[in-house]
């Protein structure tokens, strides 16, 4: 049974930092690829950050330099740390995991299997 759990959302002002964090349970994590994306409600979803099989991230343009992605494999999570928060990164936050090459350079792009339920970030 495969499931991503997230927490670590909240409320933060324009400036501050948060570390999300998605606990992985079922997945072979060797060669998974995760991810995280985010959605606001009447915007397109996007493709925030995701890592492949070798390793490799990805980072949507807007949060280059900002926000990190990390893979922890002893504890199985997913963390994504985000500095430089301002309120256009508001938004749901969801890990997402798939099959080997499902993370592309253009993060958007990627056709994730399976996602968690979502955390939320409000940044004003």
């Known amino acids: 049974h495969v499931q991503l759990v997230e927490s670590g959302g909240g409320s933060v002002q324009a400036g501050g930092s948060l570390r999300l964090s998605c606990a992985v349970f079922?997945?072979?994590?060797?060669?998974?690829?995760f991810g995280w994306f985010r959605q606001t409600p009447g915007k397109e979803r996007e493709g925030v950050a995701c890592?492949?099989?070798?390793?490799?991230?990805a980072y949507a343009d807007s949060v280059k330099g900002r926000f990190t992605l990390s893979k922890d494999k002893a504890k199985n999570t997913l963390y994504l740390q985000m500095t430089g928060l301002n309120p256009e990164d508001t938004a749901m936050y969801y890990c997402?995991?798939?099959?080997?090459?499902?993370?592309?350079?253009?993060?958007?792009?990627?056709?994730?299997?399976?996602w968690g339920r979502g955390t939320q970030v409000t940044v004003s």
């Open positions: 997402v995991a798939g099959e080997p090459s499902t993370c592309r350079p253009d993060v958007s792009t990627s056709q994730f299997k399976y």
């Open positions: 890592i492949g099989s070798g390793g490799r991230v």
């Open positions: 079922g997945f072979d994590t060797l060669d998974t690829n």
